[in-house]
């Protein structure tokens, strides 16, 4: 299959409407007539086959990215539902509801939420800029950790470090738990803290089970009209969370081998070592596309087998 054009423009879907797209996905509400009488207030999210690193969309798309990261997705909320044995955890899903057949594989309906400001990330591992704030301050997002450990190294507990989202076409910003006190106030902001420790854990239990690590992840919530704080967007995707080989993590000589992700790593990389970061980014070569393809295939795989 021949990637898609990272410029192409949203489908027009019968019975919605267009009414936004992000890097990765559109958003659709219902246009009147039959997907308003059977989806109710639903809206449509339809995540595409395109690709972002540097805050640039990328030409060409990655094939099958977005089915991919809808199954992940889907597979996650029904994990989370109590299929894993744990309590089940309220998500954004629309139960019954049917995304019309041109998007049927890549397409969530959901419902409408009082999306909270906070993008709620987990770090189980040090790395990324952790690392790099570590390594100057011994401190993860300011929060203080021990003296000695690598790039890669297990935290002595997971660390929710929350970040602002900022608004269109601006960078989210780091803050304290503290600060997300002054955004949603105590009750919520620690509900919200509280859900992503959870979630975190019983998926990074999931993911050893099958030969994996998850090394960090982020959340959204929304509130729905009962007043539920309820999990939205992606879920533990390769997009939203960095997953390691466990196997590699445990015997690699080196970081490049210990920590390769299950996602678009490969495209940052040769991008990184063959762009300057000004004007527009050059297209990314076939095998580039491919490589990054596989990865997307086989962390499904490896999460969803038997």
Aim: overall charge negative; aromatic content about 8%.
């Amino acid at each position: 299959m021949t990637a898609s054009p990272a410029s192409a423009s949203p489908l027009e879907l019968p019975g919605w409407r267009h009414v936004y797209s992000g890097k990765v996905r559109d958003l659709y509400e219902p246009a009147g007539g039959d997907a308003s009488s059977e989806q109710g207030d639903g809206m449509l999210v339809v995540a595409s086959d395109r690709v972002s690193a540097f805050d640039h969309v990328l030409e060409p798309g990655i094939p099958d990215k977005g089915a991919l990261l809808t199954r992940l997705s889907l597979w996650w909320f029904d994990q989370l539902a109590g299929g894993d044995g744990g309590r089940g955890i309220p998500n954004h899903l629309v139960p019954g509801a049917t995304p019309p057949a041109a998007v049927a594989d890549r397409a969530m309906v959901v419902r409408r939420l009082d999306m909270q400001p906070i993008e709620c990330v987990v770090r189980g591992y040090l790395t990324g800029s952790g690392w790099a704030e570590y390594r100057e301050h011994r401190t993860v997002c300011g929060i203080r950790l021990p003296e000695g450990l690598q790039d890669g190294d297990r935290l002595p507990e997971p660390i929710y470090t929350p970040a602002y989202k900022a608004p269109l076409g601006a960078h989210d910003e780091n803050i304290t738990f503290e600060q997300s006190i002054e955004l949603v106030g105590l009750e919520r902001a620690s509900l919200l803290r509280d859900l992503s420790l959870e979630i975190y854990s019983r998926a990074a239990r999931t993911a050893e089970g099958h030969g994996l690590i998850l090394a960090d992840t982020k959340f959204e919530f929304g509130l729905d009209d009962a007043g539920v704080m309820t999990l939205a967007d992606e879920v533990l995707t390769s997009d939203s969370s960095r997953y390691w080989d466990a196997a590699a993590w445990a015997t690699g000589d080196t970081p490049a081998e210990r920590m390769a992700s299950f996602d678009k790593q490969i495209v940052r990389d040769w991008l990184a070592a063959h762009w300057d970061k000004q004007g527009t980014p050059p297209s990314l070569p076939a095998d580039i596309v491919e490589r990054t393809a596989a990865r997307y295939h086989e962390l499904l795989d490896l999460l969803t087998a038997d």
